[in-house]
């Protein structure tokens, strides 16, 4: 059945709550390929236990409703959906070990036209369980390939926002390379995400894939401790937003290169594959504190 957009709005999303502990910061790390030095201080920042700090880029995976557009309800071709854009607001420090609280709500839908797809906007709010104080809001752009031209059959299309700003065509101010690693998508799943698309050479080649690809938030986690490591002297409390658009996909093993153009505390970044020489996150913005 085509997509309702009441029931969308009105999607019953119950709060979600989530405890996790060290063990768990630890494992995130790890998944973003942290580690690689063990002897180097600010990567043993959020890889061991004493004095450990939470990556902000966590957040996106705490309190998570799960593969929602699934269920059949919705009405969405949940086989055509991907993953278009990605925004975190961090407004407090994310800490190495809570419970928390995840409250979805989608929050605008609007149709790019019959054929031509339609885009979802979602928003989470992430709340401290024991304090209520707000942590983070995740924002995410769904496209829904099979699932334009709602607007014709009589149903409200919301104004899509502003386009994320281009980016800049000067040359970075700086450069961060980071080799991921062949099982990063293997280790990555494990915080949450156990899409075969990322595990199994069959699913993915049935995708079109050569290989199973890298998770895109993995991709959106490499490039904010790539931010948090070359402008934030390696503290992650310094990083107080992220926004990107998912380009390409990256696969396990490949360079991430971060070009990142700063203007106080205003930041602009692309990431591409090295070996392949293709942008996979684009049109990439962060602000610093």
Same mark, same amino acid.
């Given at each position: 059945?085509?997509?309702?957009?009441?029931?969308?709005?009105? /999607?019953? *999303?119950?709060?979600?709550?989530?405890?996790?502990?060290?063990?768990?910061?630890?494992?995130?790390?790890?998944?973003?390929?942290?580690?690689?030095?063990?002897?180097?201080?600010?990567?043993?920042?959020?890889?061991?236990?004493? &004095?450990?700090?939470?990556?902000?880029?966590?957040?996106?995976?705490?309190?998570?409703?799960?593969?929602?557009?699934?269920?059949?309800?919705?009405?969405?071709? /949940?086989?055509?959906?991907?993953?278009?854009?990605?925004?975190?607001?961090?407004?407090?420090?994310?800490?190495?070990?809570?419970?928390?609280?995840?409250?979805?709500?989608?929050?605008?839908?609007?149709?790019?036209?019959?054929?031509?797809?339609?885009?979802?906007?979602?928003?989470?709010?992430?709340?401290?369980?024991?304090?209520?104080?707000?942590?983070?809001?995740?924002?995410?752009?769904? *496209?829904?390939?099979?699932?334009?031209? *709602?607007?014709?059959?009589?149903?409200?299309?919301?104004?899509?926002?502003?386009?994320?700003?281009?980016?800049?065509?000067?040359?970075?101010?700086?450069?961060?390379? /980071?080799?991921?690693?062949?099982?990063?998508?293997?280790?990555?799943?494990?915080?949450?995400?156990?899409?075969?698309?990322?595990?199994?050479?069959?699913?993915?080649?049935?995708?079109? *894939?050569?290989?199973?690809?890298?998770? &895109?938030?993995?991709?959106?986690?490499?490039?904010?401790?790539?931010?948090?490591?070359?402008?934030?002297?390696?503290?992650?409390?310094?990083?107080?937003?992220?926004?990107?658009?998912?380009?390409?996909?990256?696969?396990?093993?490949?360079?991430?290169?971060?070009?990142? /153009?700063?203007? &106080?505390?205003?930041?602009?970044?692309?990431?591409?594959?090295?070996?392949?020489?293709?942008?996979?996150?684009?049109? &990439?913005?962060?602000?610093?504190?």
């Amino acid at each position: 059945m085509p997509i309702d957009v009441a029931t969308l709005k009105r /999607w019953p *999303f119950e709060p979600l709550t989530q405890a996790y502990t060290h063990r768990d910061t630890i494992l995130y790390a790890l998944g973003l390929g942290l580690g690689q030095d063990p002897l180097d201080p600010v990567q043993l920042r959020y890889t061991y236990e004493d &004095g450990l700090q939470a990556l902000p880029t966590m957040a996106v995976v705490l309190g998570s409703p799960g593969f929602f557009a699934k269920d059949p309800r919705t009405g969405i071709d /949940w086989v055509k959906l991907l993953h278009g854009e990605q925004e975190l607001e961090l407004h407090a420090p994310l800490p190495a070990a809570a419970t928390v609280v995840g409250l979805t709500k989608v929050t605008r839908l609007v149709d790019k036209g019959a054929g031509k797809g339609a885009l979802m906007y979602s928003e989470r709010e992430i709340t401290d369980a024991a304090t209520g104080a707000r942590l983070a809001t995740s924002r995410s752009v769904s *496209f829904m390939r099979g699932d334009g031209g *709602f607007a014709a059959a009589g149903q409200p299309s919301d104004e899509a926002p502003p386009a994320r700003p281009a980016t800049p065509d000067t040359p970075p101010d700086t450069v961060f390379e /980071w080799k991921t690693r062949p099982e990063a998508a293997l280790v990555y799943r494990l915080s949450g995400d156990y899409n075969p698309l990322h595990a199994d050479p069959k699913v993915a080649a049935a995708a079109g *894939f050569k290989a199973p690809i890298l998770h &895109g938030l993995c991709s959106f986690g490499v490039t904010g401790w790539a931010l948090v490591s070359a402008v934030c002297g390696g503290d992650a409390s310094r990083l107080k937003s992220i926004g990107t658009r998912f380009a390409a996909p990256v696969y396990p093993g490949e360079t991430l290169r971060v070009e990142i /153009w700063r203007r &106080g505390d205003a930041v602009q970044f692309r990431t591409r594959v090295v070996e392949r020489d293709i942008v996979v996150l684009s049109h &990439g913005t962060a602000t610093l504190g």
